[in-house]
């Protein structure tokens, strides 16, 4: 199935050679009938059905599911035979596995320049702890406590991270108030500021309405949130995609959702970096199997929707290419995927590259990826220096080669000059 997948991508990119590199989203879908959960990873809009593979887990903490940009790994919080367990996802090689779960909760963020978690934890003294989580290492340490009088709350969906600056930021009430927290993490000691927001107190629920569906662009260092609007009697009409000013709280609105009035309430939302697309789900009455994805071009100002997979849930959007590009994430020679087994070479190179494998007769398959996600070569070969891999008039730059023979895995930058 993926194999399929990848050659149809291949063809596409070569018969359209200027499209940007496509939206990919990562979702966790239970299959009742066949007792199993899967990994799926699709790309929308596309038409081409979801790749699925089986996770061994029985089900997951909501509200987890994360993509590591730096690393290229979706994470989510599991729950497996071994009890709580940090699941991954490497969606090149489609491989899950588990290590030790840090302080990962429904608040969580990933800082794409290092790949290093940050969560907001409520304490037993009703504080709110900030946690640094490292995956590599599996280790927390506490950053600093939240500490001010009145109730705290940290809402699902409703934080984003500023990678550019070491930003957390995250929407929460404090008595009866919105405040933008904004929380540093790179200053030689942990630092916060709260601004108070727009604030609608709900008479009849003697609620206050929340913000929901929080993210951050890294490009255009913009804040995006929803808001719902109501009319005189409290009755929700609409939803609005807000843009904040994170100086004073001042909102613009951005896109009013009133096309869609049968949503009922908002689910996942997550953020296409590359595009600058603001991606939300939420059940429809009107679209085909009742649940719709909202995409929403925050450049443009242009809304297209597509059909959200039946049963899908803790979705996240992939964009390593995003943080490669911006951040030279995984380009570093510590946060490529390594294998002794399997090597190129030369590298810088002009035209070709050579495969050296301690296993020469056993097939080496090839995927080459520009840093802007476009596959521009896919073949299969066998490693010998009378096997030359040759470069299809790349442009000079830097590109991605990612290698595969059996149980070996590797992925190696190449310089093209």
């Known amino acids: 199935m993926a194999r399929r997948l990848l050659t149809l991508t291949f063809f596409l990119i070569l018969a359209h050679p200027i499209v940007r590199a496509q939206m990919s989203l990562i979702g966790m879908s239970p299959r009742p009938a066949m007792d199993s959960i899967d990994v799926i990873k699709w790309q929308p809009m596309s038409g081409i059905s979801p790749a699925r593979y089986t996770a061994p887990v029985y089900g997951w903490t909501n509200n987890t599911g994360l993509f590591d940009a730096f690393q290229g790994k979706y994470y989510l919080s599991a729950i497996t035979p071994s009890g ?10 489609n491989q899950v596995s588990f290590a030790s779960l840090g302080q990962i909760s429904n608040s969580t963020e990933i800082d794409m320049s290092n790949g290093r978690f940050y969560s907001i934890v409520a304490q ?15 280790t927390d340490t506490l950053l600093g406590t939240i500490v001010e009088p009145g109730i705290q709350e940290v809402a699902a969906n409703a934080t984003a991270f500023d990678s550019n600056n070491g930003v957390l930021f995250y929407i929460g009430q404090d008595g009866n108030l919105n405040y933008l927290y904004t929380l540093n993490l790179r200053g030689a000691a942990f630092s916060w500021s709260k601004t108070v927001l727009p604030t609608n107190f709900n008479p ?6 929340p913000y929901f569906c929080v993210n951050f662009d890294n490009q ?25 000013d994170r100086g004073n709280g001042n909102l613009t609105t951005r896109y009013s959702l009133d096309a869609f009035p049968y949503l009922m309430h908002l689910g996942t ?5 590359n595009s600058g697309t603001l991606l939300l789900t939420g059940p429809d009455t009107l679209s085909n199997g009742g649940q719709r994805l909202i995409l929403f071009n925050t450049i443009t100002n242009n809304i297209t ?21 911006r951040y030279g994430s995984s380009t570093s020679a510590s946060s490529l995927e ?32 520009g840093m802007n996600g476009q596959f521009v070569l896919q073949t299969q070969t066998l490693p010998s220096d009378s096997n030359p891999i040759s470069l299809p008039a790349l442009a000079q730059g ?8 059996g149980e070996s895995r590797s992925t190696h930058r190449l310089l093209v000059r």
């Open 204 to 209: 009849v629920t003697q609620t206050v309405v």
């Open 124 to 138: 037993i003294s009703g504080d709110l702890g900030v946690y640094e989580f490292n995956p590599s290492s599996g």
């Open 398 to 405: 830097v590109y991605v080669v990612h290698l595969r023979q």
């Open 338 to 369: 390594k294998d002794q087994k399997l090597n190129i070479y030369p590298n810088p190179t002009n035209n070709h590259f050579l495969i050296n494998s301690e296993l020469p007769l056993v097939p080496v398959e090839v995927l080459i990826q």
């Open 305 to 325: 929707t597509d059909i959200l997979p039946a049963a899908t849930y803790e979705i996240a959007c992939d964009n390593h290419q995003f943080a490669q590009n």
């Open 220 to 244: 255009q260092n913009i804040l995006f949130a929803v808001t719902a609007e109501y009319d005189s009697t409290w009755t929700q009409v609409n939803w609005n995609i807000v843009e904040i």
């Open 84 to 93: 709580g367990q940090l699941m991954s996802f490497h969606p090149i090689s």
């Open 269 to 273: 939302s997550v953020y296409d970096q």
